[in-house]
């Protein structure tokens, strides 16, 4: 619990999606837009993101409009980060986000042997998930994941009916 309450975080409930999602950040978020080429199709990628006590929390979105293209965006979405920051092992998670449409592709993983641009180690630790035709993709990154935050960065994930 110390980790989790330590000065650096200041965690706050952020609503997403249009008022259907709902994120635990532990420190301000921006927000950024921007296209996006997500398994074969052109989308509009939402992204929340903040930075504190070393660590970058982010939570990412985009509707995807037919039901079809929601597997294959979710198997994009779990592959690009574990290459973006070429992790030489991956671990497989428990996914507890409340509220997702169930889906095979929907997954959880401990990214591990990541290096950053600079050349710094990085551990992730990723979600993918959908609700509807919205894909998700909650990530937290850095040189150390402390159980305590990460945990409940994760729980806190919520999809609104």
């Not at 706050?12 to 978020?29: G, Q, S, T, W």
């Not at 959880?108 to 180690?121: C, D, F, H, V, W």
Request: glycine share 6%.
């Amino acid at each position: 619990m110390v980790t989790a309450c330590t000065p650096a975080l200041n965690w706050r409930e952020v609503l997403l999606n249009d008022d259907h999602a709902l994120a635990m950040f532990p420190c301000k978020p921006n927000t950024h837009q921007r296209h996006i080429r997500l398994a074969t199709a052109e989308v509009q990628w939402q992204l929340l993101e903040c930075t504190t006590d070393g660590l970058t929390w982010a939570v990412g979105y985009a509707d995807l409009a037919e039901p079809a293209r929601v597997t294959p965006a979710l198997v994009a979405l779990r592959h690009a980060t574990a290459l973006n920051i070429g992790a030489t092992s991956q671990r497989d998670l428990a996914l507890p986000v409340q509220g997702e449409t169930p889906n095979d592709a929907s997954a959880a993983a401990l990214l591990e042997g990541g290096r950053l641009p600079n050349g710094s180690p990085v551990l992730a630790q990723v979600a993918v998930f959908a609700k509807g035709t919205t894909v998700f993709q909650a990530m937290v990154l850095g040189e150390r994941l402390p159980g305590e935050a990460v945990q409940t960065f994760f729980t806190g994930l919520r999809l609104l009916p």
